[in-house]
């Protein structure tokens, strides 16, 4: 071999050993990068939840919820005019429910019957997130339940995974007196739990047990809430597993939580006003930011008389809204304060008209809802907000991960209803006397 063509041969060799050697450095790297990003679970998914749909036999219909008050308030008339004036004007329809105990004259607000309400909804909601997902009990390592009201011992978690016989190293957290805001919170809890323990998966259930709620006092402030409770229950499952990306319908992009309670003045509009300040800048684009600071810069320098404080317009930064379904005032409220279109809150509205004041699981309602209309396209982002037992609010930001078609995902506890939504909500109700 001539010495040219051998130096020839070896660069090329050598070339080649190069080349093939950084090809192989740069697929390492790729690989490691991608393990570190996804295997080390940054990214939390919800990869289905499910809402129970209270059988019709539970149904409370307008004029006989008035009628079983008469009967219940048969000697304090003025309880049962009160209770008779706010259903006219809460936005309930008919087909809202309420536990057995409740309907008994006079209603039994026992342990045995909390728990037998507690039994139907969360294993109801439960039962068809595990077929949803095909997901057995033992695959679930990290369990958050949440009910403010209903405290029982031993606590529903462990009801829970004592009928599901789930495995003993689960780590499991039952949440209590946190009013309606709470489903965020559990969320909240669940995406930081799974952020320190990779590969698993979490189930979150968000109910409010309202057997206890049964009230036959006569202060006001009890009648209202006793009115406007319903039967409701969510179960989610979250998870960081890389293996279930493509399945999972949702990702966790924010929770933020606000607590005002140091604060002895502070109320919802408080609390939800700083919570919006501290997800503004993690959420809206930057024309709306620039907005926004321009306006509060004039405020500080110019100092002028008429300029109103400028409400960002979330609209740009999200699709869909979820806003806690507790009653009328509260939606309206935060659709003047936000600046929203009718359409943005129709699934509030609809799910207090369909199911009444479900507590924390009313935004899950409300999601469903969207998803349930068609309205659910990949990308979408979607703002869960919820704020209950005085200053706490609390929201979700979720992105949808893929698209949610009515006839494989189903439309869960809408099933043979949602074709009558959107409803005409009158303003007030004559009720029948
Ligand atoms: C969540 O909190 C409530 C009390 O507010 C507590 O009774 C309950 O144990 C927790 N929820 C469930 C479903 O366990
Ligand atoms: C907010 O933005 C949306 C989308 O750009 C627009 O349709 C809507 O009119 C805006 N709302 C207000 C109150 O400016
Ligand atoms: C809705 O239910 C919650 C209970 O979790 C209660 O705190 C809230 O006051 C209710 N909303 C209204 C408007 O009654
Ligand atoms: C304006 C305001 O009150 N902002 C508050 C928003 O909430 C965060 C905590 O979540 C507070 O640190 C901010 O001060």
Redesign the pocket.
Known sequence: MEFSSLVKFLLFANTNIVVNSSITLLLVILVVAFYLKYSNSRVIYLLDYACFKPPSTMRVPIASFVEHSKLVFVDNPKAARFQMRILERAGLGDETALPPAIHYIPPEPTMQRARDEAHLV?FSAVDELLKKTGLRPKDIGILV???????PSP???SVIINKYKMRSAIKSF?????GCS?SPIAVDLASRLLKVQPNSCALV?S?EIITPNAYMGAERSMLVPACLFRLGCAAMLLTNKWAKRKQAKYRLLHTIRTHKGADDKAHKSEALKSNITTLGPLVLPISEKLLFVSNFLAQKILRPRNLRAYVPNFSKAFDHFCIHAGGRAVIDELQKGLRLSGQEVEASRMVLHRFGNTSSSSIWYELSYIEAKGRMKKGDHVWQIAFGSGFKCNSAVWKCNRNIEVESDGVGPWMGCIERYPAHIPHILKIEQ
Do not use: Q, R
């Open positions: 969360i339940t949440n009910c403010s009201i209903f405290c606590s529903l978690s039952s949440l209590s007196g946190m709470a259930v109910t």
